[in-house]
């Protein structure tokens, strides 16, 4: 599969979950979206000046000239650390209803059930497992992101740091929401990684224009179902299960 692949699932997950059966499972997550956002955009308007400021580096008064040129790219630098830690946060709490809807959509994909029926049991049952597995992703996520801070703090260089957290902004999205249906079917998170690696550019794909969906005010509090679901139809279109056997 090419990269223009993943756009194409995100945009057929966002028609699946508009399915009658999985209501339900869509509306758990966004609730717990839309309360959360909420809060957290509310904090980040009232401090957001500030951080960019600090961010800014100070410049000779005969260089003033150049800061209407920088700012900008400050201000997106702002805007993609904010995103990443929204989005950490976001899903750790979201985990076990991701994993559930994840279930319920390869059922309506593949046509037959070999999961368990719901019941908030079965749900609280699955809460230890999607957050250790989140916890995982912040271990491989937290070393990466903190090099990406520290880059962001020094003068000069820190002019590469947005492109770069684009980039791994991009993946992180990718291995974030495949690994729902790859940790459901038990799939290790080492190995899950090798597999992505092996689909790297329709990784990107998906992960580019889910990065882009959450990005984007409202629209990002319907796009994390319609990613997990997206990323569903990856797993079964690129042959996730083939992974399971090497």
Not at 139 to 147: E, N, Q
């Amino acid at each position: 599969m090419s990269t223009l692949s993943g756009p194409q699932y995100l945009g057929e997950g966002l028609k699946l979950m508009m399915r009658p059966g999985l209501r339900l499972f869509v509306l758990l997550p966004l609730t717990v979206n839309v309360l959360l956002f909420a809060g957290l955009i509310g904090f980040a308007v009232s401090e957001f000046r500030h951080w960019v400021d600090w961010f800014m580096p100070s410049l000779p008064h005969w260089l003033d000239f150049l800061e209407y040129i920088l700012w900008p790219l400050f201000v997106l630098l702002v805007l993609l650390i904010l995103f990443f830690g929204f989005s950490l946060v976001a899903n750790l709490i979201a985990s076990p209803f991701n994993g559930f809807l994840a279930e319920k959509v390869e059922v309506v994909v593949r046509g037959k059930d070999e999961f368990p029926e719901f019941s908030w049991r079965e749900l609280a049952a699955m809460v230890p497992r999607t957050v250790a597995r989140e916890m995982r992703k912040l271990g491989y996520f937290l070393p990466r992101a903190i090099g990406l801070f520290i880059l962001s703090l020094i003068p000069g260089v820190n002019l590469i740091a947005t492109p770069l957290w684009l980039v791994f902004g991009v993946w992180m999205m990718a291995v974030q929401y495949i690994d729902y249906p790859a940790d459901n079917h038990k799939l290790g998170w080492h190995e899950m990684l090798a597999w992505l690696r092996s689909k790297r550019w329709s990784c990107m794909g998906f992960g580019g224009v889910t990065y882009l969906g959450l990005l984007i005010p409202v629209v990002n509090l319907v796009i994390m179902p319609a990613a997990v679901a997206g990323a569903v139809l990856f797993w079964v279109r690129e042959e996730g299960d083939k992974a399971l056997v090497k």
